[in-house]
């Protein structure tokens, strides 16, 4: 039986309708209705005043984007995780504009078993993903898939990824006075090995420097030194020091079943000991951290005044609901909103249900063509 052309092409139409559907426009439909956050009067640290009226430094903050290489997963698999990451990207630029882009470590997934050739690949690919505009600004945190924990870092691994993603064992980067310290979770043993030592120099130099910000240094010049001091914010790979997820309520947290299973100290958080460390010596004002995959917020400090988010991984390979962070922030002020990505078991309903309304469509199509077809041949024969 021959099918018309003008049912083909309605056909193709409508085959051609569902991927645009399902793998471009819902990016957008579902990224958009996310906004950045306003900042709160009232959440101001008066302490700290704004000079110069900067703008708002506009930053958005993702982690565990877990590239795939060439030992786990399938080829689709790796094919498919990779165009949702860059499509979801690639709208948030878009749609948002944010100035500077953090990614909070483990971007790639065998990034400490992959020799010299696949690590190539492995950092053009990621430059490609996730391509941003001329000017906006990228700082990638180095996470346990990046080098490996602690035990298992070499210095080969370790320099490989710092020369790439100039990513050293800490730092300290400013944007319009607010100050952002990145850390290598993994640096944080305080055992002395030769990752931790460097961590441990420049920490007592970041640390040192801060007050002298503040005007509470010793030793300070302060002629040459002295800058306007903001409480600065800590970006790095592991969360920091909590028994578990339990009192992580988010739309994105971690499943009821698996929120009460206790974290292991320097493997699924920091340790205690590097956390009161960090809190004493920088004194934060927020932390931004991955690693688990799901979305967490938690209050640290005796004043409950530092804030820190989790975010969730941003592969669907992980996590069906994966999501991103904008934040606002000035030295004196911040906030922060939660941008959710669309659902993958959305996506796969989707399909499904277009499928099945084709089909049904493309039946009763047929059926027609097929009933008019016999009816002329009856309507011939009985003439």
């Known amino acids: 039986m021959k099918i018309p052309v003008k049912l083909l092409m309605r056909m193709f139409a409508c085959v051609c309708g569902i991927i645009v559907l399902c793998e471009f426009l819902i990016y957008y439909i579902v990224i958009i209705q996310c906004s950045w956050p306003d900042v709160d009067p009232e959440k101001a640290d008066t302490s700290i005043p704004v000079r110069d009226n900067n703008e708002p430094v506009r930053a958005m903050f993702l982690a565990d984007t877990h590239l795939l290489g060439s030992r786990n997963g399938h080829?689709?698999?790796?094919?498919?995780?990779?165009?949702?990451?860059?499509?979801?990207?690639q709208t948030a630029m878009a749609i948002h504009?944010?100035?500077?882009?953090?990614?909070?470590?483990?971007?790639?997934?065998?990034?400490?078993?992959?020799?010299?050739?696949?690590?190539?690949?492995?950092?053009?690919?990621?430059?490609?993903?996730?391509?941003?505009?001329?000017?906006?600004?990228?700082?990638?945190?180095?996470?346990?898939?990046?080098?490996?924990?602690?035990?298992?870092?070499?210095?080969?691994?370790?320099?490989r990824f710092m020369q790439a993603f100039n990513s050293p064992p800490i730092k300290m980067m400013s944007i319009r006075g607010n100050h952002f310290v990145l850390l290598n979770s993994m640096a944080m043993e305080g055992d002395g090995c030769f990752l931790c030592r460097q961590a441990e120099i420049k920490l007592n130099g970041i640390a040192e420097k801060l007050r002298c910000y503040q005007g509470a240094g010793k030793g300070c010049e302060s002629g040459k030194l002295r800058k306007h001091y903001s409480r600065p914010i800590i970006?790095?790979?592991?969360?920091?020091y909590r028994e578990s997820d339990r009192n992580c309520?988010?739309?994105?947290?971690?499943?009821?079943?698996?929120?009460?299973?206790?974290?292991?100290?320097?493997?699924?958080?920091?340790?205690?000991?590097?956390?009161?460390?960090?809190?004493?010596?920088?004194?934060?004002?927020?932390?931004?951290?991955?690693?688990?995959?799901?979305?967490?917020?938690?209050?640290?400090?005796?004043?409950?005044?530092?804030?820190?988010?989790?975010?969730?991984?941003?592969?669907?390979?992980?996590?069906?609901?994966?999501?991103?962070?904008?934040?606002?922030?000035?030295?004196?002020?911040?906030?922060?909103?939660?941008?959710?990505?669309?659902?993958?078991?959305?996506?796969?309903?989707?399909?499904?249900?277009?499928?099945?309304?084709?089909?049904?469509?493309?039946?009763?199509?047929?059926?027609?063509?097929?009933?008019?077809?016999?009816?002329?041949?009856?309507?011939?024969?009985?003439?």
């Open 235 to 240: 970006l790095q790979h592991f969360p920091m």
């Open 75 to 89: 080829w689709f698999d790796k094919l498919r995780r990779e165009w949702q990451m860059h499509r979801a990207f």
């Open 97 to 159: 504009k944010p100035e500077v882009v953090f990614f909070l470590g483990d971007i790639f997934d065998e990034g400490l078993w992959c020799g010299k050739l696949e690590f190539d690949y492995y950092v053009a690919r990621f430059h490609s993903l996730f391509q941003v505009p001329e000017g906006t600004k990228v700082f990638v945190i180095v996470g346990n898939h990046d080098i490996g924990f602690h035990y298992s870092i070499s210095p080969y691994l370790h320099e």
């Open 249 to 383: 309520d988010e739309p994105d947290g971690a499943p009821e079943d698996l929120k009460p299973m206790q974290f292991r100290e320097r493997w699924d958080c920091l340790s205690k000991d590097a956390t009161s460390m960090l809190f004493e010596q920088l004194a934060p004002r927020a932390i931004f951290t991955g690693h688990t995959h799901h979305g967490c917020h938690s209050v640290h400090g005796a004043s409950k005044d530092i804030h820190e988010y989790t975010v969730s991984s941003f592969s669907w390979r992980n996590k069906d609901n994966p999501s991103f962070m904008l934040s606002v922030i000035s030295p004196n002020n911040y906030a922060v909103s939660k941008c959710q990505m669309p659902r993958e078991s959305t996506v796969i309903f989707l399909y499904v249900m277009c499928l099945a309304c084709f089909v049904l469509w493309f039946s009763h199509n047929l059926y027609r063509i097929t009933f008019r077809r016999s009816r002329s041949t009856h309507v011939f024969k009985s003439c």
